[in-house]
């Protein structure tokens, strides 16, 4: 009589060990999956529906019913006085303290869209610019050296709301402010000047206090990459005879072409999204009005939100091109180089 032994079932498939692996892989990732579902993706296609709807606040108990208007919202936006460039109404003329060039601003509306890439680009050019020159300093050896690498930080570490506060009482256009003050007992002035309230100055403020405030992010990426060149390269420069410019030029700012680059690409694309920095400073007002603030005043103030995720789109749309531009022209001539 022979006896066979049973044979051991085959291990299903759901059962191997690639089945359980991928199953924990997928419940370990569905808690960030639906946190960023919920804050990122619906919200960004949410937005996208709402900007071809007319939503208004007496609409928000019942927005998926909303009559769809198509491209009416985005029309109402560019068709709309604070969007479009064009001259100022009769008796908006304020005080011109920049002279001839000061015209500009003063008898012309440049409107939200061109105020945004102004202020984006030169808001990251002078942030840039700034975090390059205080690199340069901070990788110098001088005694002190950490404490103010510790006080450069300052700007970019306050909270937001205090540092714009501080600015608003320096500027503020009462004589007692800070500048004001100074400027009188100098005799540089005669009368307290509205520095935040005049249309152009008030641009090149916020512009600068943009700089002023993200300069330190700009200055400890390009402070690392400085520390990191290989030194004999200004060796063997300095022993052919390059000046210290020559020295920048031909070594410093070829090994930092891709830092640069990296930091204008991040900064431009944060800058465009800026609405606290000129909100807290202006509000928005006397030439400063931006893309992000004046989608908060179509939801917020006046209560559209049809219009205002239309200002959101649009300012998605400028942010696209002119990324797609600097990365197709800029970038692609670097790595070229």
Do not use: C
């Not at 619906?42 to 108990?61: K, M, R, T, Y």
């Not at 020159?133 to 103010?148: D, I, Q, S, T």
């Amino acid at each position: 009589m022979t006896s066979t032994t049973p044979t051991a079932p085959k291990r299903s498939r759901w059962n191997s060990l690639s089945a359980r692996e991928a199953r924990l892989a997928w419940m370990l990732i569905l808690p960030t999956a639906v946190i960023v579902f919920g804050l990122v993706i619906f919200p960004a296609i949410f937005s996208v529906w709402i900007s071809f709807h007319e939503v208004g606040l007496q609409d928000l108990n019942n927005v998926f019913h909303t009559p769809f208007v198509g491209l009416e919202n985005f029309k109402d936006v560019i068709n709309d006085f604070a969007f479009k460039p064009g001259p100022l109404p009769a008796g908006w003329d304020e005080a011109n303290l920049l002279g001839k060039f000061g015209l500009v601003f003063t008898k012309w509306n440049w409107g939200a869209a061109i105020t945004t890439v102004v202020y984006a680009f030169a808001g990251t050019i002078v942030t840039v610019t700034m975090g390059l020159g205080a690199a340069l300093l901070l990788n110098e050896p001088f005694k002190g050296r950490g404490m103010v690498r510790a006080v450069f930080l300052f700007p970019y570490i306050a909270p937001i709301v205090s540092v714009a506060f501080v600015w608003r009482w320096m500027l503020d256009p009462r004589p007692s402010g800070v500048i004001n003050d100074l400027l009188l007992r100098a005799g540089a002035i005669d009368l307290p000047m509205a520095y935040l309230a005049t249309r152009g100055l008030a641009l090149l403020l916020v512009i600068f206090f943009e700089g002023w405030r993200y300069f330190p992010f700009a200055m400890l990426m390009i402070l690392a990459r400085l520390q990191a060149i290989d030194r004999s390269l200004y060796e063997a420069a300095e022993v052919d005879g390059a000046s210290t410019w020559q020295r920048f030029r031909h070594v410093t700012l070829p090994e930092l072409r891709y830092v640069l680059g990296a930091i204008f690409l991040l900064r431009l694309m944060w800058t465009f999204n800026k609405f606290d920095d000129i909100f807290l400073l202006t509000g928005g007002g006397f030439g400063t009005k931006v893309l992000p603030v004046l989608t908060y005043e179509f939801s917020f103030r006046l209560r559209n939100f049809g219009q205002g995720a239309a200002t959101a789109m649009i300012l998605l749309a400028l942010l696209v091109l002119f990324l797609a531009l600097y990365i197709g022209v800029v970038m692609k001539n670097v790595e070229d180089d």
